[in-house]
């Protein structure tokens, strides 16, 4: 258990529609990051979070969006859900916002888009 | 832009085996991560290597870094059945300080 959170474990929905898949962090750690994991992409960073501001960004696409709140928990949204969305979404946390730091990922929440 | 590239893609050992699993970097690694996933689970972090010739073991794990900062090696002594799952290098990317970037995995099964 690395100690970090996420919920929904899972989530099927249509597409068109908006979700929100959460992440609480392990105790301390300062940094939220986002990954999205596909069969055809692998697995992909989108964003980080340090201690409630954006930090970093990757891939990620105009119709998601994170925030990191003051209890340090983040959110990211999904919407206008396509096909291609369906994948296993990673939450990781780390103490600090440096690179060295070590990142400790979440079970993740496996969207399904029908 | 820094690319992994990990081989094999995937590996079918025998119980008691010795395997390794290669991650080779276009650029120089500065931070290079060692992850393990059970299928469709969350990743659990394994070691962190850092400096060039630096090696660390847990349990029967062990990773190297080589001396040029371009290759990392995961070396598994004796596998059991409990070491299956996809082995993923993570690097920080130099394109960005604080972007992890991925090899495409390692998929490893031990037959009994």
């Known amino acids: 258990d690395s100690g970090v959170t996420q919920t929904p474990k899972h989530l099927i929905t249509a597409t068109g529609q908006r979700v929100t898949l959460r992440c609480s962090p392990r105790s301390g750690d300062l940094s939220v990051y986002w990954y999205q994991q596909s069969l055809d992409q692998g697995l992909q960073f989108l964003i980080q979070?340090?201690?409630?501001?954006?930090?970093a960004k990757g891939n990620i696409l105009e119709r998601f969006s994170a925030q990191q709140f003051p209890d340090l928990h983040s959110e990211l949204n999904l919407s206008s859900l396509e096909l291609g969305d369906s994948a296993l979404y990673f939450c990781?946390?780390?103490?600090?916002?440096?690179?060295?730091?070590?990142?400790?990922f979440g079970p993740g929440t496996r969207l399904t888009v029908l | 832009s820094q690319e992994l590239e990990q081989s094999p893609q995937s590996l079918i050992v025998q119980e008691g085996k010795n395997l390794t699993i290669n991650c080779t970097s276009s650029k120089t690694l500065y931070g290079l991560y060692w992850y393990k996933q059970k299928y469709g689970e969350g990743l659990i972090f394994l070691m962190m290597l850092q400096k060039g010739g630096e090696e660390k073991s847990h349990e029967k794990i062990t990773a190297k870094l080589d001396e040029k900062k371009q290759q990392s090696s995961l070396h598994i002594t004796a596998s059991q059945p409990s070491h299956a799952g996809i082995y993923l290098c993570?690097?920080?990317?130099?394109?960005?300080?604080?972007?992890?970037?991925f090899g495409s995995g390692t998929r490893l099964l031990v037959r009994p």
């Open positions: 993570g690097a920080d990317s130099m394109d960005s300080s604080y972007k992890l970037i």
């Open positions: 990781a946390s780390s103490e600090g916002g440096v690179s060295t730091d070590t990142q400790y």
């Open positions: 979070y340090y201690n409630g501001e954006e930090r």
